[in-house]
């Protein structure tokens, strides 16, 4: 049993990197899915499926990531920091967003509108829970 799906999802992503993978499958849920399409957004991942696939007789639904690399083979994704973990939350405020990496990075905020990337939310002046930076 994982107990952050959403940093088991980030891990996944790093260590698939770090061998060069060209894709992931992930059990699916909602957030999972609007981190991916937050990341896929941004050009840090090249695409995010919802899929399903059959095992002994139930349909499990999963979330295929397709990595994305540069020329040089290296990662899109070169790092990652955990911001709000289960038994610690941090909030902020619109006004007190920082750049992340300066402004090479960004954070990752679930918001009260939805999960968005720390420059849209700055933008649509709304604060939240930062889930993790990644640059």
């Given at each position: 049993m994982v107990n952050y799906p959403i940093a088991d999802m980030l891990i996944r992503i790093?260590?698939?990197?770090?061998?060069?993978?060209?894709?992931?499958?992930?059990?699916?849920?909602?957030?999972?899915f609007k981190i991916a399409e937050v990341l896929k957004v941004s050009g840090l991942v090249q695409d995010v499926?919802?899929?399903?696939?059959?095992?002994?007789?139930s349909e499990q639904?999963?979330?295929?990531?397709?990595?994305?690399?540069d020329e040089e083979n290296q990662p899109a994704i070169s790092g990652f920091k955990i911001v709000s973990r289960p038994s610690r939350?941090?909030?902020?405020?619109?006004?007190?967003?920082?750049?992340?990496r300066s402004g090479y990075g960004m954070?990752?905020?679930?918001?009260?509108?939805?999960?968005?990337s720390s420059k849209e939310a700055k933008k649509h002046?709304?604060?939240g829970e930062i889930l993790f930076e990644v640059w």
């Amino acid at each position: 049993m994982v107990n952050y799906p959403i940093a088991d999802m980030l891990i996944r992503i790093k260590n698939a990197q770090a061998v060069g993978k060209e894709q992931i499958l992930l059990p699916f849920s909602n957030v999972k899915f609007k981190i991916a399409e937050v990341l896929k957004v941004s050009g840090l991942v090249q695409d995010v499926e919802r899929k399903k696939k059959k095992e002994k007789k139930s349909e499990q639904e999963y979330l295929s990531i397709v990595l994305k690399y540069d020329e040089e083979n290296q990662p899109a994704i070169s790092g990652f920091k955990i911001v709000s973990r289960p038994s610690r939350h941090l909030y902020t405020s619109a006004k007190d967003i920082k750049q992340i990496r300066s402004g090479y990075g960004m954070a990752v905020i679930s918001t009260s509108k939805g999960v968005m990337s720390s420059k849209e939310a700055k933008k649509h002046n709304l604060g939240g829970e930062i889930l993790f930076e990644v640059w």
